[in-house]
């Protein structure tokens, strides 16, 4: 089965700055990712999903961006990041079945 | 489009009660359903999936969840709590098995199990 890595684990970056997650994948190759977004006490925010190599889609509108260099490494950014960006942020591989990351936590201060 | 309910984002049980979370989908397809555990810090954990066939989907952990297509629902049932079972649990819905497929999930509920 899949394995997703996701680092790093957490984060504090203030506001402004810019933001690098990265996630990579093992097990599979072309998989589906996924960047999803959990906030406190809600639940989780589909974000980006791509199906390839530099293919990118956006689910919602916002201060952060997505790219996919590798077949099996997903990245998440920013170049200024925003006190409305703090969560949890999980990659996910979905292939019949989603397989997460163990998740960042970013808190912008 | 499709969207999926939790009703209590809290729930609160004894150990060795019964665990009942409730979900509702809402799907223009015939759904896939899934049920999926995150315990602290941690990504997100399959418990029990419903594709096609049997209604009632037995899950790891003794959990186990019935799909209700007359009633939009995909409640998740335990019939012993453990302390162990203290989570949060997501339901999720997909209209499609194949490559493309995204998963919408629900707010989530809390489990917190009394000793």
């Known amino acids: 089965s899949q394995t997703i890595h996701q680092w790093p684990a957490t984060l504090v970056q203030p506001v402004g700055s810019p933001l690098s997650l990265e996630c990579t994948v093992e097990?599979?190759?072309?998989?589906?990712l996924y960047w999803y977004r959990q906030a406190a006490g809600r639940g989780l925010q589909l974000l980006f999903y791509?199906?390839?190599?530099?293919?990118i889609s956006s689910e919602v509108p916002q201060n952060l961006s997505a790219s996919r260099p590798q077949d099996r490494q997903f990245i998440l950014s920013s170049k200024k990041l925003l006190l409305s960006d703090s969560g949890f942020y999980l990659c996910a591989c979905i292939t019949g079945e989603a397989f997460f990351g163990q998740g960042t936590r970013l808190t912008v201060v | 489009a499709q969207s999926v309910t939790q009703l209590g984002s809290h729930v609160s049980v004894s150990e060795g009660a019964l665990v009942l979370l409730r979900c509702n989908y809402s799907?223009?397809?015939?759904?896939?359903l899934f049920w999926y555990v995150q315990y602290p810090n941690q990504g997100l954990q399959l418990l029990l999936k419903?594709?096609?066939?049997?209604?009632l989907v037995k899950g790891i952990n003794g959990f186990e969840a019935e799909f209700k297509k007359s009633e939009t629902s995909f409640h998740l049932t335990k019939p012993s709590a453990h302390m162990s079972d203290a989570a949060e649990y997501f339901c999720?819905?997909?209209?499609?098995?194949?490559?493309?497929?995204?998963?919408?999930f629900g707010s989530g509920t809390r489990l917190l199990v009394r000793p």
């Open positions: 097990g599979t190759s072309n998989p589906n």
């Open positions: 419903y594709t096609t066939g049997a209604t």
């Open positions: 791509s199906v390839g190599i530099g293919q």
């Open positions: 799907s223009s397809v015939p759904p896939y």
């Open positions: 999720a819905v997909s209209d499609r098995m194949d490559s493309s497929y995204k998963l919408i």
